[in-house]
Nanobody
């Protein structure tokens, strides 16, 4: 079992930055790939970024590539999402997810554990 708690969301102006954190509990974190997803009102949950169990091979949705950075600290059981140059279209609830596999995925159905989400609002 892995339990996930996100933090770091908030209200920011366009062009600003936020860093989301996801604290994980459970002994399987260090062998789990991790992902960030987001869901805007009236839209489906969409992939943002993922990283493998050792912190390598990060990959991103085209919409955030070059602006967002995913990283993890296995000693702290935490995964991060650094978000720079934020745009109003980045407004959404952001979710952290864990996968019982060492490699990340872009597919929501391939993740086994989810956090409760943290709201990110970007004003224009």
């Amino acid at each position: 079992q892995v339990q996930l708690v996100e933090s770091g969301g908030g209200l920011v102006q366009a062009g600003g930055s936020l860093r989301l954190s996801c604290a994980a509990s459970g002994r399987t974190f260090s062998s789990s790939a991790m992902g960030w997803f987001r869901q805007a009102p009236g839209k489906e949950r969409e992939f943002v970024a993922a990283i493998n169990w050792r912190g390598g091979s990060p990959f991103y949705a085209d919409s955030v590539k070059g602006r967002f950075t995913i990283s993890r600290d296995n000693a702290k059981n935490t995964v991060y999402l650094q978000m720079n140059s934020l745009k109003p279209e980045d407004t959404a609830v952001y979710y952290c997810a864990a996968r019982t596999d060492i490699w990340g995925s872009t597919k929501t159905r391939e993740y086994d554990y989810w956090g409760q989400g943290t709201q990110v609002t970007v004003s224009s």
